[in-house]
C-alpha cells in the first residue's frame, strides 16, 4: 500500500472552515492540543510506499475512530454525522467544507485491521499526554492506580443447544447450495419447528418432550454432516472449503451443557467465551474480558482509562496482574507504586507483592492507604461509562483481533469524551474570569 495522500491543493479556492466555525468550541480546541505528527508517525508505519493507490490521511483515519467512540457511533451513523458538521470535518484535518465523503465506509473496518491493537493503543497514549498538557491529569496520579476487570459482551443471540444446532443445520445446507453439493434431504423446515417447540417445551416445565425435540435436531444434523461429508469426499477442494464450518457442526452436535472446557456459543465467533461475574440479573455473559486501570486518586479532568486490554482464555484475575502492570507502565512511562485490586486478584502473579493492596486487607494499612483503598470503587464507575456510552457493551467487531481493538478504542474514546468536557470547563471558567474583570474595571 503507498504512503496516504495529501489532497490539500482541492481547498485552495475554498472557503475555509476556520471562517465560518466557532474556534472556541471544545472540539476545535481539541484538534489544537492532539500532536497530530505523534500519531501520523505510528499510524504511517502501517503504510510502505509502492504502487496502489495512496490511503487516506492519517489525522482522518486517526479523527474518525476518536469521534466514532467518543460519542458512541456506528460506522454508518459517523459517515453521515460527519459530511454535516463542519466541527467534525474541522477535528479530523480538512481545510474546507466538504459536501462529498472522501472516505468509504469500509476504509474504516480496513483500517482497523491494518492498524491493529499495537498501533491504536497510540490512541490511549496521546489521550494521556494531552490531558497532562491541559492540566487534567498530573504525573502523581499514575503512581497509584486501581485495576479491575469486566466482560465485554459480543453480539450474539443467547446460545441454547436448539438454536446452535438449527444455525449448524441452515448454514450447511446454505454453504451446500452455492458450492453444488445435491444433499439428499435439507431438514430445513422440520428442524425449525423442531427448535421452536425446544423453547416451547421449556417454557411449559415439559422438559421430556423437550429433550425429545432436541434430540430430534441432534439426529438431523448429524445426518446433514453425513449426507455433506460422503458427497464431498475425495475432493480436496471442496473439503477445504467445508472445514471450518463441518468442525464448528460437529463440535455443536457433540457438546454438553454439562460438559467443561471450551465449547462454541456462536457459528459466526466460536471464539466467544462463557464468562460467570457472579452478578444477579446476568449469571453469564458472553465474549471475553477485559482489563481496566484507572487512577485512584481524583485527577482535576476525571477518572481517566489509563490501560485496557482484553483478555482471551478467561483467565484468573490475579494471573493477569503482572503482565496489565507492565503494560501500563511502558504505556504511561511512570512506575507504579500502589495498585487496589479487588478480592478476585488474591494470588496474583506480580512480582512487587508489597505495593498491591486487596480490598478488606487489614495488615501494614496506614491512614493514607486506608483512604485511598475507599477509592478503589471508583473504577466500576469508569467501565459502567465505558461500556454504557463508548461501545464496549456490545463489541461488532469480529474476531480476537476485534476484541482487542474495539477495547482499546473504547477506552480512548471515554477519554476524549473526558478531555472535551475539561476543554469547556476551562472556556467557561476563563470567560467567567474575564466578565468578572470587566466588571470590576467599570466599577472602578
Known amino acids: 500500500m503507498a504512503r496516504p495522500r495529501d489532497d490539500r491543493q482541492k481547498d485552495l479556492l475554498r472557503p475555509a472552515l476556520a471562517g465560518f466555525i466557532d474556534m472556541g468550541h471544545p472540539l476545535v480546541r481539541l484538534a489544537g492540543q492532539i500532536d497530530w505528527s505523534f500519531l501520523d508517525g505510528r499510524f504511517g508505519l502501517v503504510c510502505q510506499p509502492g504502487p496502489g493507490q495512496p490511503g487516506l490521511p492519517t489525522r482522518l483515519v486517526a479523527g474518525l475512530f476518536i469521534l466514532k467512540h467518543m460519542h458512541n457511533l456506528s460506522d454508518e451513523a459517523l459517515c453521515a454525522r460527519w459530511l454535516e458538521n463542519p466541527?467534525?470535518?474541522?477535528?479530523?484535518?480538512?481545510?474546507?467544507?466538504?459536501?462529498?465523503?472522501?472516505?468509504?465506509?469500509?476504509?474504516?473496518?480496513?483500517?482497523?485491521?491494518?492498524?491493529?491493537?499495537?498501533?491504536?493503543?497510540?490512541?490511549?497514549?496521546?489521550?494521556?499526554?494531552?490531558?497532562?498538557?491541559?492540566?487534567?491529569?498530573?504525573?502523581?496520579d499514575l503512581e497509584r492506580v486501581a485495576v479491575d476487570t469486566t466482560v465485554q459482551p459480543k453480539a450474539i443471540a443467547?446460545?441454547?443447544?436448539?438454536?446452535?444446532?438449527?444455525?449448524?443445520?441452515?448454514?450447511?445446507?446454505?454453504?451446500?447450495?452455492?458450492?453444488?453439493?445435491?444433499?439428499?434431504?435439507?431438514?430445513?423446515?422440520?428442524?425449525?419447528?423442531?427448535?421452536?417447540?425446544?423453547?416451547?417445551?421449556?417454557?411449559?416445565?415439559?422438559?421430556?418432550?423437550?429433550?425429545?425435540?432436541?434430540?430430534?435436531?441432534?439426529?438431523?444434523?448429524?445426518?446433514?454432516?453425513?449426507?455433506?461429508?460422503?458427497?464431498?469426499?475425495?475432493k480436496p477442494e471442496l473439503?477445504?472449503?467445508?472445514?471450518?464450518?463441518?468442525?464448528?457442526?460437529?463440535?455443536?452436535?457433540?457438546?454438553?451443557?454439562?460438559?467443561?472446557?471450551?465449547?462454541?456459543?456462536?457459528?459466526?465467533?466460536?471464539?466467544?467465551?462463557?464468562?460467570?461475574?457472579?452478578?444477579?440479573?446476568?449469571?453469564?455473559?458472553?465474549?471475553?474480558?477485559?482489563?481496566?486501570?484507572?487512577?485512584?486518586?481524583?485527577?482535576?479532568?476525571?477518572?481517566?482509562?489509563?490501560?485496557?486490554?482484553?483478555?482471551?482464555?478467561?483467565?484468573?484475575?490475579?494471573h493477569t496482574l503482572g503482565p496489565v502492570v507492565k503494560d501500563l507502565e511502558a504505556l504511561t512511562g511512570v512506575e507504579t507504586r500502589r495498585i487496589h485490586v479487588d478480592k478476585g486478584y488474591r494470588g496474583h502473579n506480580y512480582p512487587h507483592k508489597f505495593r498491591v493492596w486487596i480490598s478488606g486487607q487489614v495488615r501494614r494499612v496506614t491512614a493514607a492507604i486506608r483512604r485511598e483503598m475507599k477509592r478503589r470503587a471508583a473504577v466500576e464507575p469508569v467501565i459502567g461509562h465505558v461500556k454504557a456510552e463508548h461501545r464496549m457493551d456490545r463489541n461488532y467487531l469480529k474476531g480476537r483481533d476485534g476484541d482487542r481493538i474495539n477495547a482499546v478504542l473504547a477506552a480512548a474514546g471515554y477519554n476524549f469524551s473526558l478531555l472535551l468536557r475539561w476543554l469547556a470547563a476551562l472556556l467557561r471558567a476563563l470567560t467567567a474570569a474575564l466578565l468578572q474583570a470587566r466588571a470590576a474595571t467599570q466599577i472602578a
Open 87 to 140: 466541527y467534525y470535518q474541522y477535528f479530523c484535518g480538512e481545510q474546507s467544507f466538504c459536501h462529498k465523503l472522501p472516505f468509504d465506509r469500509s476504509s474504516l473496518t480496513r483500517w482497523r485491521q491494518r492498524l491493529g491493537e499495537e498501533q491504536l493503543v497510540t490512541l490511549i497514549q496521546e489521550s494521556l499526554s494531552v490531558a497532562h498538557k491541559t492540566g487534567a491529569l498530573e504525573a502523581k
Open 158 to 234: 443467547h446460545p441454547t443447544d436448539a438454536r446452535l444446532m438449527h444455525r449448524a443445520i441452515v448454514k450447511l445446507v446454505e454453504m451446500a447450495k452455492r458450492q453444488g453439493v445435491v444433499l439428499r434431504q435439507s431438514y430445513l423446515r422440520v428442524a425449525k419447528r423442531a427448535a421452536v417447540m425446544v423453547g416451547r417445551y421449556s417454557h411449559a416445565h415439559q422438559f421430556k418432550r423437550a429433550r425429545r425435540a432436541l434430540k430430534f435436531l441432534r439426529t438431523r444434523l448429524g445426518r446433514v454432516i453425513r449426507d455433506i461429508a460422503r458427497q464431498i469426499d475425495g
Open 239 to 318: 473439503e477445504a472449503r467445508f472445514a471450518h464450518l463441518l468442525d464448528l457442526a460437529t463440535k455443536v452436535r457433540l457438546q454438553d451443557h454439562r460438559q467443561r472446557g471450551p465449547k462454541v456459543y456462536a457459528l459466526h465467533a466460536p471464539e466467544v467465551e462463557c464468562i460467570g461475574k457472579g452478578k444477579a440479573r446476568a449469571p453469564y455473559e458472553f465474549g471475553c474480558k477485559v482489563s481496566i486501570a484507572t487512577p485512584v486518586t481524583s485527577p482535576k479532568g476525571g477518572q481517566f482509562v489509563l490501560h485496557a486490554k482484553a483478555l482471551h482464555g478467561n483467565p484468573f484475575d490475579g
